[in-house]
């Protein structure tokens, strides 16, 4: 469709699973995150198969002087954002309050608090000048709810719930839509990074059910991006069949 879109934490899972999906709808790309060699590598994979424009940054959202520096050295075809997808985020650890790490909180709050809020307000302004925009903010069931030990990272999703509401009331006068998609479990890096490169712990969070897939989630992304102008899905809960809520599954 020849819009730009903008997707944070593009390097693996949903951010990547996105990107694919918008580049396969004719989107041009700004795909963001740390690992540079993975987002050469997608970016070489997607140009494979098709025709779209693709930017590729290594840009740590934590990082407020970084993120400002991109946005607003932008080159002039880069400059109309049409969707940002405030994907970039992650869970570390999952310990009791009382004994949780407190880098580890520090950098779930900076990564899916801060991070999001300063790629918004640097891509926001050029949005409400031009009236028309889309944001869409990765939101979690861990923003709905909240589940033994997950204490920190579940409120940083219930922030980031609390967010996207926040937006829209700003936005509304400024037509921009703002979409707060929320997934159950979903198999991706997600746990390998939680539990610090334990694999196998890892893997045992996705057994005995169909977790959702990387992809199963950008389809509903690409969903929420591809209605009328004046349709918006302003909250969607997405899960495996096999997942009732934050803590309920059925497992064989
Ligand atoms: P992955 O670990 O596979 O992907 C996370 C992405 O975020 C990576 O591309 C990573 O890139 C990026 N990222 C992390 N920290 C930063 C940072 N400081 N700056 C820039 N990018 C960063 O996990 P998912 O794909 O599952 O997670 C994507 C989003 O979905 C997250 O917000 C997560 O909370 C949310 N979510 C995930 C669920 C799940 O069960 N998997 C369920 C509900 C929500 P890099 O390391 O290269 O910087
Ligand atoms: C990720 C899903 O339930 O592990 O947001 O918190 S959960």
Redesign the pocket.
């Known amino acids: 469709m020849n819009r730009i879109v903008v997707i944070?934490?593009?390097?693996?899972?949903?951010?990547?699973a996105t990107a694919k999906k918008f580049a396969k709808n004719g989107d041009n790309l700004i795909l963001?995150?740390?690992?540079i060699d993975?987002?050469e590598l997608i970016k070489r994979e997607i140009l494979e198969k098709n025709h779209v424009n693709i930017l590729v940054e290594k840009?740590?959202?934590?990082n407020r002087n970084e993120v400002f520096n991109f946005f607003n050295n932008l080159k002039e075809e880069w400059q109309n954002i049409d969707i940002l997808v405030n994907?970039?985020?992650?869970?570390l650890g999952l310990s009791p309050i009382y004994e949780g790490d407190i880098d580890d909180w520090e950098?779930m709050v900076?990564?899916?608090i801060m991070?999001l809020l300063y790629v918004s307000r640097a891509v926001l302004p050029g949005m409400v000048q031009r009236k028309r925009g889309h944001v869409i903010n990765?939101?979690?069931?861990?923003g709905r709810e909240v589940y033994a030990n997950g204490n920190v990272?579940c409120a940083t999703?219930h922030a980031?719930h609390a967010l996207s509401e926040a937006m829209r009331i700003d936005l509304l006068p400024h037509n921009i839509k703002v979409s707060n998609v929320?997934?159950?479990?979903?198999?991706?890096?997600?746990?390998?990074?939680r539990f610090k490169g334990d694999k196998h712990r890892a893997e045992q969070v996705y057994v005995g059910y169909n977790?959702?897939y990387?992809e199963d989630?950008a389809d509903a992304i690409l969903y929420v991006s591809n209605l009328p102008d004046y349709v918006n899905v302003n909250d969607i809960l997405v899960m495996s069949t096999q997942q009732a809520n934050a803590t309920m599954f059925n497992k064989k």
Do not use: H, M
């Open positions: 944070t934490g593009a390097s693996s899972g949903i951010g990547e963001l995150a740390r690992r993975k987002l840009l740590d959202v934590r994907n970039a985020g992650l869970a950098i900076q990564t899916n991070g990765l939101g979690s069931i861990a990272y999703k980031v929320a997934p159950g479990a979903v198999n991706t890096e997600f746990s390998t990074v977790p959702l990387a989630v």
